[in-house]
């Protein structure tokens, strides 16, 4: 699931909730699309943030959901609708962004990111390609060969190399969350 809850007056807080590593289920997946509906229809909200619980972001598709009917609203769409919002939209990584949890940060408008956090799209290294328009948005914000890099390697990088490839805006060493209000904050 996902949590709805108003920070410093106008910025919406979207808080994924699937221990441990926050994952898309289906859940989570019907979370994301309803807060962001009550975020995008609140006057009061002027920009937002998206952030996992418990100091991870998000790990990316739910394993256990692997073998299993697919169920719950398809990711592409979601993320679609997070980069067409005209409020501003920052994710907080903390912990990991990986294969879609990456792909959900890169449909948003800024990325904030902890210093020990890690990025990537390990994808191949399931069989997979990002098939969340990652393999799009990556090449467009860092370039392609960078982008063909991390896709095609599944790599994680650091906090500081994503900074220097452009993946993320911004990087901290304390509260992500509340670096990526102070953000969304001076944006919208
Ligand atoms: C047909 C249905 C499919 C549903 C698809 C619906 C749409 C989904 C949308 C997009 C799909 C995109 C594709 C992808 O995202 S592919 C990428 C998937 N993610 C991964 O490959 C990450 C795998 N995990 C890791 O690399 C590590 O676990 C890491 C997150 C780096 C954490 O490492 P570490 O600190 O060493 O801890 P553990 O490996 O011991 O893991 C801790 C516990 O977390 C559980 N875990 C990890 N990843 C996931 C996950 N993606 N989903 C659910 N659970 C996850 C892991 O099992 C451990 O659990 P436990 O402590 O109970 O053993």
Redesign the pocket.
């Known amino acids: 699931m996902a949590q709805y809850t108003r920070v410093a007056g106008s910025v919406g807080l979207i808080t994924l909730q699937n221990p ?2 926050n ?2 289920s ?1 859940m989570v ?1 019907q979370g994301i699309v309803d807060t962001m509906e009550r975020a995008l229809s609140a006057p009061e909200v002027k920009s937002l943030v998206i952030c996992g619980q418990k100091e991870t972001f998000c ?10 009917k ?1 169920s ?1 609203p ?2 592409i769409p979601l993320i679609h609708a997070i980069e067409a919002s005209t409020k501003p939209v920052v994710a907080a990584i903390e912990g ?1 962004a ?4 990456l ?1 959900l940060a890169l449909g948003c408008h800024y990325r904030i990111s902890h210093s020990k956090a ?1 990025l990537g799209l ?2 191949v ?2 069989g ?1 390609l ?3 328009a990652g393999s799009q948005r990556l090449p467009r914000l860092i370039g392609v060969p960078a982008a063909l890099d991390l896709i095609t390697t599944g790599r ?1 990088v650091t906090a500081a190399e994503a900074l220097q490839l452009g993946i993320v805006d911004q990087v901290t060493d304390h509260s992500t969350v509340d670096a990526a209000v102070k953000f969304a904050l001076s944006v919208a």
């Open positions: 441990p590593v994952a898309l289906a997946r790990g990316g598709a739910d394993i256990r959901e692997f073998g299993t697919m719950g398809p990711l990991v990986l294969g879609g949890g792909e890690k390990p994808e290294t399931l997979l990002p098939a969340a994680h």
